[in-house]
């Protein structure tokens, strides 16, 4: 895992550098929500404290490589939002609980023990990469090409009556793919994940 004080400076560092109009907007409501201390996910990459804003960091730098190495043409401060900021949808939205694990090793009897877990409480229940876009055109304007990669930034992973809609975006501005697959990279390849009660670190941040 990154050092979490180290991402926290990094990205509002890039952040207060960008020129586009409102971005201290974005930084105010980043800092006075659990941005720098939720989860990136419940039970699959990032779930731990300071997950959310380590895996933005990891898309964001991955994705700035991809945009100078394949010439997408995006401008620093383009990056930056899609990068850092297309997953602002998981503010606010995890929570925890006490789970039953079982902490015996494979076929020994069953010992089970209270730990401390991820759930999800979404009161704001607007969708994914769509609710990103809602939240974000809130604080700062977005381009046409923003709006639409951050929207289907899932890709597959979208329902399939979507797909049309993607392969739409993607054929119109490929650094969509790019995004998606930064995505996938830094989850699948650059993250840790935990068992519950695995890393005692691991749910602090309630």
């Given at each position: 895992?990154?050092?979490?004080?180290?991402?926290?400076?990094?990205?509002?560092?890039?952040?207060?550098?960008?020129?586009?109009?409102?971005?201290?907007?974005?930084?105010?409501?980043?800092?006075?929500?659990?941005?720098?201390?939720?989860?990136?996910?419940?039970?699959?990459?990032?779930?731990?404290?300071?997950?959310?804003?380590?895996?933005?960091?990891?898309?964001?730098?991955?994705?700035?490589?991809?945009?100078?190495?394949?010439?997408?043409?995006?401008?620093?401060?383009?990056?930056?939002?899609?990068?850092?900021?297309?997953?602002?949808?998981?503010?606010?939205?995890?929570?925890?609980?006490?789970?039953?694990?079982?902490?015996?090793?494979?076929?020994?009897?069953?010992?089970?023990?209270?730990?401390?877990?991820?759930?999800?409480?979404?009161?704001?229940?607007?969708?994914?990469?769509?609710?990103?876009?809602f939240i974000?055109?809130?604080?700062?304007?977005?381009?046409?090409?923003?709006?639409?990669?951050?929207?289907?930034?899932?890709?597959?992973?979208?329902?399939?009556?979507?797909?049309?809609?993607?392969?739409?975006?993607?054929?119109?501005?490929?650094?969509?793919?790019a995004l998606?697959?930064?995505?996938?990279?830094?989850?699948?390849?650059?993250?840790?994940?935990?068992?519950?009660?695995?890393?005692?670190?691991?749910?602090?941040?309630?």
């Amino acid at each position: 895992m990154r050092d979490k004080k180290e991402v926290r400076e990094r990205i509002i560092s890039i952040l207060s550098n960008s020129n586009r109009n409102g971005m201290d907007r974005v930084i105010k409501y980043l800092e006075e929500s659990d941005f720098f201390v939720a989860p990136a996910s419940t039970r699959f990459h990032g779930n731990f404290e300071g997950g959310l804003v380590e895996h933005s960091l990891n898309v964001y730098e991955l994705f700035k490589r991809k945009n100078i190495e394949y010439d997408f043409g995006l401008s620093e401060d383009a990056v930056a939002i899609v990068g850092l900021l297309h997953d602002v949808c998981k503010i606010d939205f995890y929570t925890t609980y006490t789970k039953n694990v079982n902490i015996a090793g494979a076929g020994e009897k069953p010992v089970w023990r209270k730990m401390p877990a991820y759930g999800v409480k979404d009161n704001f229940p607007a969708g994914h990469g769509e609710k990103s876009v809602f939240i974000l055109q809130r604080l700062i304007p977005l381009t046409k090409e923003e709006a639409l990669i951050i929207r289907w930034h899932m890709g597959g992973y979208e329902p399939k009556e979507n797909y049309n809609y993607i392969s739409e975006t993607w054929n119109m501005y490929k650094a969509g793919v790019a995004l998606h697959t930064a995505d996938l990279e830094a989850g699948y390849i650059l993250e840790e994940h935990f068992e519950p009660g695995e890393d005692k670190n691991q749910l602090k941040f309630l």
